[in-house]
């Protein structure tokens, strides 16, 4: 809502409060205002005009040499190409020295041969916005009314001496969408008084009864339904004051009716609508729903197709409005009617807004009647358009008014009690205070001991419970005042879930290993979705898909965090930084069935990416690139670090997006918990990165595992002994599926098994490789002999020959 | 005899001392206490002495012995660190080289601020409490005083998935859970921070994705005043101890009253400046005392219980703390744009 400050003027003294003082003043009363404009920024030196000749330029078609009296003693020479210029006219001239909106200084100038001194101005070079410059003066000079006092300023017959507030309305104060509620508003904050006039005009003898009927089909859809004819009405374009208080709220003029339902609009807050009674088509006004399928061509020319929630004005056979929305265009009222349907109702706004949805037809009238119009204010506003009818149109009114549904409904009674919003507020407010209050707010009530009953304003359709009068008896006390305590209740403690505990520990691990934490975004594909998730299946699941997204980019919610971290790969290598490694923690989806019927699945990931360089000594030229074992050496240490590493393990496993020779699956206690390989060097080429590794945990698997708490092992005692052997094997045969063999039979007097060496050069046989394994036995109770170490450590060796056809190597 | 062998101790340290060489140093020792040595002789000659002077002659040549030996020794170490130690001089290294980069991440700017907001009002007796990003329709807007048809509830501004789920607007779906978890009962004291949803095309300002956290405070004396309690200490803890802050009536659906909060601008200290747009004020936070609505609808009396809600955005909160100009670098994940939040 645009506010001009020169028109609430006309409502509220605002004698000592400048715009800047008012806007700060509404802000900290609960109405923000966003912005507070001077229209007259920047412009000096434009002063009324009279133009006394105008001839054409002796050089030039298309200029005029006009004469224009700016109050000195010689009128001045004026060059003007405007189309519009006319000996006769009073308009507004930049002399020299003046200075107009963009710094634009007016100088002497020659034109052709001729002088010019100064410029007659377009409201466009005053700063106007040109979609609201009236269509008279859209190709040329603005021309003043005849009032205008030469050689004076030429801002205020402009009304560009005037500020315009920007309010920011929130949703429940759709009061403050018109004048009259901004002055409720501004008189309660500045405890001020509210002034004005009962709308009065004569009317004719004739009765408007005579000429229309009004029938609402149901009274729920349509409270209040009322129409008055005006007749013998000129179309014209409306006086200054009034194109300027328009252009001013942001409305373009257009013809006086059409103003003056404009006009009114912003005064009252209630939407009007001119018919052309010529043109309407029968003396009758039915109000009803549309059939479905029923059509008709607004003013807007378009033809619109409804449905049988709409809600239309009819003359009895066909729609000739959308009710709320707007006009058709058969009744549009032009250039030459003369004689006025006047309609002014209350809609259902939940019927006015689902139209104006359907039709996709937003405008200062709809959003009105959605956000609620004040009910007892429709009949005033009806006269106060039949009022500026005659004023300004010289247009007769009929006698009467022809209506459907009351007039005016009762006031809402809501009560507050003084006890209960000081223990709200936590303040020590009296009574007599809070009678002050509601004084200012223009509520009344009566007052029994510390309750308050008050008789809500129809204006203020927002208060209906205890809680809103306690917020109207907070702001007008000002909550600067409320005093600062600390909760005076019961304490409690502030503590994290383990898990949240545990997803901390796993940020700070990673971060102290070299990662970094992404944040990407939860919408993506479901091509994207549907890769890298790390399961066997490949049957697409039921995605979790928006049903209006906004871009093709981000349809489905993600089921795997992968594909947003190989896009930060890509992103960084891109821009030349080429070493990335990065992981994330974030929620995953996936329906339980293919109609979202309940809550879908959704599970945290822990996921990262490794791309690049992993350590580099950069005078040193020692580079060590990212591989399969750098990412396992992480994750080994993050098992341990959640007491798993003895439950975890890993298997080699061939996997969607990923190389089929290096990817494991990550089993916890033989339950398949995450996945981590290589980047299948295919889809690498795709996305046009490095070799990159990968890797995919589920965080409730791995937080809800059951551990053991740390108990301490007494340090050993006695020596342990120490045996390393070679074993040749063949290439198929996996290293750790020998070192956990060599566990079993190693027994309890078996300690620790540990890989040292790993030989496949050319030097080995076709087909074989030789693994190194440490042994280390050791006893707690005694100290081991040769022997006892000998007996165990060939059950092992035997073992391991005859499982996995291993050769001793010299 | 007894001269004899004082001279010879004299004589050998003399040599010692002059020796420059370890191989001088072992000439010596096979000079003086070798087999065929001087002191040896003296040794053998010991025989011709009376019996009771033996002894004492006995002891004397073995501290000559000693007092040789351990001279010897003492410089032959000596030698060997000079010797070392002028090797060493050929090992000198460049201190001024770079040393080995230690690999080190760091969180995202928003977890960090994030879990600096937790930390503060864990202190404060507030728990942290999650819950799912898609939610149903009653969580994200009736529990919250938003019935369907409602003019704040527009469907532009959700991403539905059905006509009863959607990704979440906001957090505040876990207050309604958290508290018909409780029954009732009081105390409930949480925040919930977390990831929500708008339809908002990603610009500077607007992200379709971004961090939210609520705070909710029920008990049976909960009052406005204590709302301004807590956030004071809350900006002050964050932003500094002299932070101020200021209430504007606001409107959300789920508080009554409701207010905006605004804290005195950290970088001018209220006097005006670009961060504040020259008012020395920051908006940083919505809040309000919870509606009776939502009180009611989630199983508490509104007769006995009251409690206040806010919430912020981590974004903002970054954006200002940090001076970040652009939303959208929270979610492109450059790498130059996250290692400098390194103290985090
Ligand atoms: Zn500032």
């Given amino acids: ?135 008279e003066f859209a190709d040329g000079i603005y021309v003043l009314s005849d009032e205008a006092i030469v050689g004076s300023d030429a801002l205020g017959y402009l009304n560009l001496d005037d500020h315009i507030l920007e309010l920011g309305l929130t949703p429940n104060r759709a009061d403050c969408l018109n004048m009259i509620g901004v002055a409720y508003e501004v008189a309660a904050v500045l405890d001020r008084k509210v002034y004005f006039q009962k709308p009065e005009f004569k009317e004719q003898s004739e009765t408007a009864a005579d000429y229309i009927s009004v029938n609402v089909e149901n009274q729920e859809d349509n409270p209040y339904y009322s129409a008055k004819v005006i007749r013998n009405i000129q179309v014209r374009p409306s006086p200054t004051w009034l194109q300027n208080r328009l252009i001013s709220s942001g409305i373009r003029p257009i013809n006086n009716i059409v103003d003056i339902t404009n006009y009114v609009l912003i005064e009252y807050g209630q939407p009007l609508h001119a018919f052309d009674y010529d043109q309407f088509g029968s003396k009758e006004i039915l109000v009803r729903r549309a059939k479905d399928g029923e059509q008709m061509v607004t003013l807007d020319d378009q033809k619109r197709t409804l449905k049988g929630e709409h809600l239309v004005i009819t003359n009895g056979n066909v729609p000739v409005a959308v009710a709320g929305v707007m006009g058709g265009a058969d009744s549009e009222v032009t250039d030459k009617t003369t004689a006025i349907l006047l309609e002014a ?94 004084k200012r707010l223009d509520f009344n009530y009566d007052l029994e001991e510390d309750l308050f009953n008050v008789e809500v304003p129809t204006r203020r359709p927002d208060i209906t419970l205890e809680e ?108 030349q930084m080429n070493d990335v490694a990065v992981y994330e923690v974030g929620s995953t989806y996936l329906a339980k069935n293919s109609e979202l019927q309940e809550l879908p699945n959704e599970h945290q990931k822990l996921a990262g990416a490794l791309s690049g360089l992993w350590q580099t000594h950069p005078w040193q030229s020692e580079k060590k690139v990212v591989d399969f074992y750098v990412v396992k050496g992480i994750l080994d240490g993050l098992f341990a670090l959640l007491g798993l590493e003895n439950r975890i393990e890993f298997e080699q496993a061939k996997r969607k997006g990923f190389h089929p020779g290096r ?44 551990v053991n708490p740390v108990f301490f092992e007494p340090l050993p005692r006695y020596p342990s002994i120490t045996r390393d052997i070679a074993l040749v094997l063949d290439q198929d045969i996996q290293a750790g599926d020998v070192k956990n063999g ?50 165990v450590h060939s059950k092992v060796l035997d073992y391991v020959k005859d499982k996995f056809k291993a050769e001793m190597r010299g | 005899m007894q001269d004899r062998l004082i001279t010879l101790q004299t004589e050998a340290i003399e040599k010692i001392e002059h020796a420059s060489s370890l191989k001088e140093l072992q000439d010596i020792r096979v000079q003086y206490l070798g087999k065929k040595g001087p002191i040896t002789e003296v040794l053998r000659g010991m025989g011709q002495l009376p019996a009771d002077e033996r002894p004492k002659m006995g002891q004397l040549a073995n501290d000559v012995r000693e007092a040789i030996t351990s001279k010897l020794d003492e410089n032959i170490k000596k030698l060997e660190r000079a010797k ?70 527009d469907m532009q501004d959700s991403f539905f998935i059905t006509e009863d789920f959607l990704l979440r607007t906001q957090t505040s ?112 936070l919505g809040a309000g005392m919870v509606h009776p609505n939502v009180l009611e609808m989630a199983g508490f009396d509104p007769k006995v219980y009251t409690g206040f809600a806010f919430g912020m955005g981590p974004e903002r909160i970054a954006m200002l703390k940090y001076g970040i100009e652009d939303i959208r670098h929270f979610y492109a994940n450059d790498l130059r744009f996250l290692q400098q939040f390194n103290r985090s």
């Fill in chain 1, 1 to 135: 809502m645009l506010v001009s400050y020169n028109w609430l003027k006309q409502y509220v003294d605002l004698e000592g409060v400048d715009p800047h003082e008012l806007a700060d003043l509404m802000t900290k009363g609960g109405i923000e205002v966003e912005g507070v404009q001077a229209l007259n920024e920047g412009i000096n030196g434009v002063l009324v005009g009279y133009v006394e000749t105008c001839e054409q330029h002796p050089n030039a078609d298309k200029l005029n040499l006009c004469k224009v009296n700016i109050g000195d003693a010689e009128p001045a020479q004026i060059i003007c190409g405007a189309p519009n210029v006319a000996a006769g006219q009073k308009v507004a001239v930049a002399t020299i020295g003046a200075v107009l909106p963009g710094n634009f200084k007016i100088k002497k100038a020659k034109l052709r041969g001729e002088a010019s001194q100064g410029m007659i101005c377009s409201l466009e070079e005053l700063g106007v916005d040109p979609k609201m410059v009236p269509k």
């Fill in chain 1, 663 to 706: 990817t494991a699956i990550i089993l916890l206690d033989g339950k398949q918990i995450g996945v981590v390989g290589q980047l299948h060097p295919g889809d690498q080429k795709e996305w046009d990165i490095k070799e990159t590794f990968i890797f995919e945990l589920e965080l409730d698997l791995l937080f809800n595992a059951e």
């Fill in chain 1, 345 to 438: 109702a209350y809609f259902n706004p939940s019927i006015v807004r689902l139209a104006s949805k359907d039709l996709g037809l937003r405008s200062e009238s709809s959003t009105r009647f959605e956000k609620g119009l004040d009910r007892n204010r429709v009949y005033e506003a009806a006269n106060r358009a039949a009022q500026l009818m005659v004023e300004l149109a010289g247009g007769e009114v009929l006698e009467g008014i022809v209506e459907s549904g009351g007039r005016y409904v009762d006031c809402e009674e809501v009560s507050v009690s003084v006890s209960r919003a000081n223990k709200v507020l936590g303040t020590t407010i009296k009574t007599e205070e809070v009678q002050l209050f509601f």
């Fill in chain 1, 742 to 791: 060599i566990k079993a039979a190693g027994g309890k007097l078996l300690k620790s098994v540990s890989i040292f060496d790993l030989y496949e050069g050319e030097r080995m046989e076709e087909g074989k490789k030789s693994v190194a394994y440490s042994l280390t036995y050791f006893d707690p109770e005694r100290t081991l002999t040769d022997e006892d170490v000998t007996k």
């Fill in chain 2, 173 to 284: 779906p876990v207050q309604a859970r958290t508290m018909e978890r409780h029954k009732g009962k009081g105390p409930v004291k949480i925040i919930s921070p977390g990831k929500v949803y708008r339809r908002d095309t990603d610009d500077a300002t607007h992200s379709h994705q971004f961090m939210q956290i609520e705070g909710l405070m029920v008990d049976e004396n909960v009052r406005m005043s204590d709302l301004k309690g807590i956030l004071t200490t809350f900006a002050q803890k964050l932003f500094g101890e002299e932070r101020e802050i200021r209430l504007r009536p606001s409107f959300f659906p789920f508080t009554e009253p409701s207010v905006e909060v605004d804290v005195s601008c950290f970088k001018c200290n209220g006097k005006g400046c670009p961060i504040c747009k020259r008012t020395g004020w920051i908006e940083i």
């Fill in chain 1, 468 to 575: 809103d009068l306690i917020e109207e008896i907070g702001r007008i006390y000002g909550y600067d005042a409320i005093p600062t305590t600390l909760p005076d209740g019961s304490t409690t403690q502030g503590s994290l879930t383990t898990a949240q505990k545990k997803r901390r520990k796993v940020r700070r691990y990673f971060e102290s290993t070299g990662l970094f934490q992404a944040v990407t975004y939860s919408l993506t594909t479901a091509g994207k979705a549907n890769r890298y998730h790390g399961l066997e299946t490949d049957e697409e699941p039921s995605f979790v898909s928006v049903s209006m997204p906004m871009s093709e980019e981000r349809t489905v919610l993600r089921r795997t965090l992968i594909p947003q971290l190989l896009e930060v790969v890509q992103y960084n290598q891109n821009r």
């Fill in chain 2, 84 to 153: 070392l130690d002028e090797q060493l001089a050929n090992e000198t290294i460049d201190v001024t080289l770079p040393g080995r980069p230690i690999r080190k991440g760091n969180a995202h700017p928003l977890t960090a601020v994030i879990e600096e907001i937790e930390d503060l009002f864990i202190g404060m007796g507030f728990s942290v409490a999650e819950g799912p990003e898609v939610e149903t329709d009653y969580y994200n807007f009736e529990a919250l005083n938003l019935p369907k048809n409602h003019p704040a509830r």
